[in-house]
């Protein structure tokens, strides 16, 4: 692991609390004295704000937002969100906590790709796009059932985005309990999120115990 700070990336589909939990755990870091950096993608860079608006559909595509096309935006918004917000937080000695990272366009991108190529051939060229992307020190993957996912971003009440269709979710569902397949290189660490907010918690924290010393 890196001795200036430590990136960790958090994953899950879309109401797995993976924000909520994220939240959380800096305000505790903070509180132990920890300097902290929480960030997300996409990010909130111009190319990361883009896609939130084609995510959203507040912005559109000539071709349309394919699934390929997408993987393109994501790996340049994910370049720019490294070298300009994650790396400079790291050489500070923060605690960097990004909601998403590569493993979400590995998962998303070929899940919802036309499968007009192999899934191992789809997942191999998501890879290769973000190859100068810096890896974490230890992914968490916050594994929930669709259904619990389903009935979460429905209370938020939130419009639906381009990924936020039932039958995607519980296609991408599948594709994180096997998040190591994804990312074989990666330090990947599985925590239940189905329970309450407090249960959740204290599996999100013991997880990342190993990793996140204390200051001092």
């Known amino acids: 692991m890196s001795g200036e700070g430590l990136f960790v990336a958090v994953e899950g589909i879309d109401g797995a ?39 959203g559909g507040r912005a559109t595509l000539r071709g349309g937002p394919g699934w390929d096309l997408m993987a393109h935006l994501f790996a340049a918004d994910r370049l720019d969100h490294v070298r300009g917000e ?61 259904d619990v996912a389903a009935q979460r971003r429905r209370r938020r009440g939130a419009p639906e985005d381009l990924y936020e269709t039932d039958a995607l979710q519980a296609r991408l ?14 330090r990947v660490v599985h925590v239940r999120g189905d329970g309450t907010l407090e249960e959740v918690e ?6 990342l115990a190993p990793f996140v010393e204390p200051a001092g």
Do not use: C, M
């Open 173 to 186: 569902a599948k594709a994180y309990l096997h998040a190591e397949v994804l990312v074989p290189a990666d």
């Open 86 to 146: 994650i790396e400079p937080a790291l050489r500070e000695g923060a605690v960097v906590l990004s909601d998403r990272y590569d493993l979400s366009s590995l998962a998303y991108q070929s899940v919802a790709s036309d499968l007009s190529l192999p899934a191992h051939e789809i997942v191999t060229w998501i890879r290769s796009l973000n190859r100068f992307a810096r890896r974490p020190d230890v992914t968490i993957v916050v594994d929930v059932t669709p």
């Open 202 to 207: 204290a599996l999100f924290r013991a997880a």
């Open 17 to 55: 609390g993976t924000t909520t939990q994220i939240d959380r755990y800096a305000a505790a870091l903070r509180g132990a004295g920890r300097k902290v950096h929480v960030t997300r993608e996409p990010s909130t860079g111009p190319i990361g704000t883009f896609i939130r608006e084609v995510l």
